[in-house]
């Protein structure tokens, strides 16, 4: 095997153009072949090899001895040691051996001339070496202007090239300018370029003259240009180098300078500011000891290092810290009773969880902190109550956000080796607070994510550990910072979605939506008055009585919280202050129910449970989501068929699972339901169940006794009452099991204006979550089976599902089609909510 080599000096101009010895002129029919690795030997050059090959050792020796002649060719897969024929080029040059060289490691090193392009045929051996028949393919000239124009500007280009390149000789500028043949001009300055083998292989292959000229001509203009940008760049960096000595020796002088004056040069000053920084931020010892090792690495750096800028930001953020600043703790409870009080209505829990851990500080002021997760609905106040619980407690209070935070380093700070490096959020909030104990709000911790850069939630695992987050480390500052005695509070809507290992380290407090009592007290408290503030008006210019406030709670906003309903408060009170602006209204105007259909236009919301049960088949259904407990209306319908389900209403898994068991226990018990229907009905029948909103996702199994009400409605066509709500999961054997968020279903249900709530016997303890006067304006009935479902919830007289069908018909016909067609009320497009 063959590779290009420097072990012979660089031949003459006269030699580089041709004169070697050729042996005996005359080529034979079959030459011995030698494989060429990452080099193109081209005719009328000289090529040196180093060979080492024990084959390609005998071949050169065996060619001494003859004709001195063989076959150059290029491989056509460079990472072969010993190619077979078929991984060589077809097209190759026969070279004669002028000079061959022993060296003491038993390989050879010769020098070989060029003669002439030939086209490999049959190979006739392949051992000891490949030998193989030569035909040759003579160039292809044709005289033109063109060509004339292509030599003078190859020499042309080429010469720049020479003057460019520190590989290229000087010698060959003048060889160059002294071929006139275009042919082996072409041949010397395509030998002489460093360029890939395939590219240095088509030049060869090429037979017309002036087309190999044309693409050599290419060549020659990408290598000129990079030779051109290469030349920039080194000026360039010569430039930097010589103005960096220069600043650097000027320096020297001022420094010189500066001492002799006794005064003290720009980084000195900056050094020393930074010592003083540093002693004052009360360091602990293995910080101290980290801060002063990189302090000594500043102090022998110049200011021109690019480590300078980097040493000199991380030690401010050392001395940023508030590694020994903390505030005192206000332990007066019935202090922070009162401001609790003054900035939210109800939620006791919540407060007394707050008070419970002021009075264990009090007495035991080295008590860890607590680590508290508000979940519930949007609008109830979670955000806002971290801010009042460090008024409360006399801390500082800094908010983080990690919604939609998929990045780990977001959390862990990234490493000082990267460009650009910075803390992570956490030590950064630390920073801004300014204590070593503040209040940590983290917003939406359930809407963390992950991806290929990490899992911001298992980072989070050390940052909310009390056995941890003692011994916090950031990667950038890579040191230990005490966490312990923050007080981490986080806040979520799906405390489903939040991993199990996290959800474990924090004490999570459920937050439900507001009864309209509480609306309307939050209003009148809070609402109000900070709309009116807002918007420019006064008490004396515009005041709302509780008629107002309850039409807009009931029928402008139907939600969990209080985020719309102030809101809609305060599109109000900038209605009236165009008017004062306008000049329009000059006495204070008091907002009626009347004056609010005049300012927000007709009610958004209107009760529908009545209208939507009116025919069999029908039931009310409660469900829970993660803003709030929802009423939905669970239909079913029957046509003939061979006694299928379908169930409608993009429902998932368990929700449909919930339907077929439904059906099955009814299937079970037709009997129980009267004896007026024909006993093959339910096998000629299909049953449909639709729950309307299609639109949004909807699974959990709580909805099980309503779809059994629904198929018991249709199949006795009893409808079901229309103050009736109901929740609950049901077996084939028809027990009801319990099911979760009775307290948000419930508020659901005073929303719509039901009644009566029907739920599982087991959720009977969970009534105590539901406020007084809840639970005096809606009647519970706790069952156990179905039966007692059904007869809290149906009709009384009974009727065939044929007749109810019928009835149902005539009924739609009585009310015309526009009423059948007016709108629902329902606000179920605003996003989709997966419900259970």
């Known amino acids: 095997m063959s590779i290009e080599i420097a072990g012979f000096p660089a031949p003459g101009a006269d030699e580089a153009a041709g004169g070697a010895p050729s042996g005996d002129g005359a080529l034979p029919g079959a030459l011995p072949v030698l494989p060429l ?36 060719v290029a491989s056509r897969e460079a990472d072969v040691e010993t190619p077979a024929p078929e991984q060589l080029y077809e097209v190759g040059v026969v070279g004669v051996v002028a000079r061959m060289m022993k060296v003491p490691d038993g390989t050879l090193r010769i020098l070989v001339q060029g003669t002439e392009r030939v086209r490999l045929g049959e190979y006739v051996a392949t051992e000891p070496y490949l030998v193989a028949r030569i035909e040759t393919e003579p160039d292809v000239l044709e005289p033109s202007t063109e060509l004339q124009a292509l030599v003078r ?18 010698e060959l500028q003048v060889a160059v300018a002294n071929v006139d043949d275009p042919s082996e001009l072409g041949y010397l300055i395509g030998g002489a370029l460093r360029i890939d083998t395939e590219e240095k292989q088509a030049l060869l292959e090429e037979r017309d003259v002036t087309a190999r000229l044309r693409r050599l001509a290419g060549v020659l203009a990408r290598e000129r240009e990079l030779v051109s940008i290469g030349t920039q760049i080194q000026s360039q960096v010569q430039g930097e180098m010589e103005r960096g000595q220069r600043e650097y020796l000027l320096r020297q002088q001022l420094k010189a300078i500066q001492e002799e004056l006794g005064e003290t040069d720009e980084t000195t000053a900056e050094i020393n500011e930074l010592r003083e920084q540093l002693d004052a931020a009360g360091l602990p010892e293995h910080a101290r000891t980290a801060a002063d090792r990189e302090l000594g690495r500043l102090e022998k750096l110049p200011p021109q290092a690019a480590e300078h800028g980097v040493i000199r930001t991380y030690l401010e953020w050392i001395a940023a810290l508030p590694w020994s600043t903390a505030t005192d703790d206000d332990l007066d409870l019935a202090t922070a009773r009162r401001v609790l009080d003054e900035d939210h209505y109800d939620i006791e829990k919540i407060k007394d969880r707050i008070l419970e851990f002021l009075a264990v500080r009090k007495l035991k002021p080295d008590a860890r902190s ?16 971290g801010r009042s619980i460090a008024r409360a407690m006399g ?51 359930d809407k963390m994510g992950a991806d290929f850069r990490g899992d911001p939630a298992s980072a989070m695992l050390e940052v909310l550990d009390p056995e941890q987050n003692a011994t916090f480390r950031d990667h950038y500052l890579d040191l230990a910072v005490d966490l312990s005695q923050v007080l981490f509070i986080t806040t979520g809507n799906n405390i489903d979605l939040i991993p199990g290992p996290l959800r474990d380290r924090m004490e999570v407090i459920q937050l439900a939506g507001y009864t309209e009592e509480e609306k309307l007290e ?19 210019r515009i005041a709302f009585n509780d008629e107002a406030l309850r039409l807009v709670i009931d029928g402008y906003t139907r939600e969990a919280g209080v985020r719309n309903l102030e809101r809609e408060i305060g599109a109000v009170c900038r209605k009236v202050a165009r008017e004062y602006a306008e000049g329009s209204r000059s006495r204070k105007r008091t907002v009626t129910a009347r004056a609010i259909r005049e300012l927000l236009g007709r009610p958004r919301f209107a009760a529908e449970a009545g209208r939507r049960t009116d025919d069999p088949g029908v039931a009310t259904g409660l469900a829970w989501t993660p803003v709030g407990g929802e009423v939905l209306f669970v239909e079913a319908t029957a046509y003939p068929g061979e006694g299928r389900l379908q169930i409608t209403g993009q429902l998932g898994d368990v929700m449909r699972e919930s339907a077929a068991a439904a059906l099955s226990y009814v299937k079970a018990h037709v009997e129980d339901f009267g004896d007026s229907m024909p006993e093959d009905w339910l096998r000629t029948h299909d049953i449909h169940v639709h729950v309307p909103a299609g639109a949004i996702p909807k699974d959990g199994p ?39 968020g009775l307290k948000e279903k419930s508020l659901a249900a005073q929303r719509m204006g039901i009644g009566q709530v029907v739920a599982p016997k087991l959720n009977e303890p969970d009534i105590e979550d539901v406020p007084a006067h809840l639970r005096e304006q809606i009647d519970f009935h706790f ?41 629902t009320g329902r606000r179920l497009e605003d996003e989709p909510i997966e419900r259970r």
Request: proline share 6%; aromatic share 4%.
């Open 37 to 72: 690795r990452d080099n193109v030997s081209f005719p009328a050059t000289l090529t040196p090899l180093a060979i080492g090959q024990e084959r390609s050792i005998r071949l050169v020796n065996e060619v001494l001895g003859g004709n001195r002649m063989l076959a150059m």
């Open 153 to 170: 500007n190859l020499q042309s280009i080429f010469s720049e090239i020479i003057e460019g390149v520190p590989y290229l000789p000087d």
């Open 370 to 385: 607590a680590i508290l997760c508000f979940t519930g609905p949007p609008g109830v106040g979670k955000t806002s109550l």
């Open 395 to 445: 801390r500082e209070f800094e908010r983080i956000s990690v919604g939609g935070v998929r990045d780990e380093s977001e959390i862990r700070g990234h490493r000082r080796t990267y460009i650009g490096a910075m803390p992570g959020t956490i030590i950064r909030a630390l920073r801004d607070a300014g204590s070593i104990n503040p209040v940590f709000m983290i917003d939406e911790i």
């Open 522 to 540: 939050i209003s009148k408290r809070y609402l109000v008055p900070r709309q009116i503030e807002r918007n420019g008006l006064t008490p004396g």
């Open 702 to 740: 709580s909805a099980g006794v309503t779809m059994t009400t629904a198929i018991v409605s249709l199949l006795t066509g009893r409808p079901v009452r229309s103050d009736v709500a109901m929740t609950g999961e049901v077996t084939l054997t028809g027990q009801v099991l319990p099911i979760g």
């Open 783 to 823: 069952v156990e089976t179905v039966d007692e479902v059904l007869a809290r919830s149906l009709e009384d007289g009974e009727e065939p599902a044929r007749a109810a069908s019928r009835a149902r018909a005539a009924r739609r016909r009585r009310r015309g089609p526009r009423e059948r067609s007016r709108g």
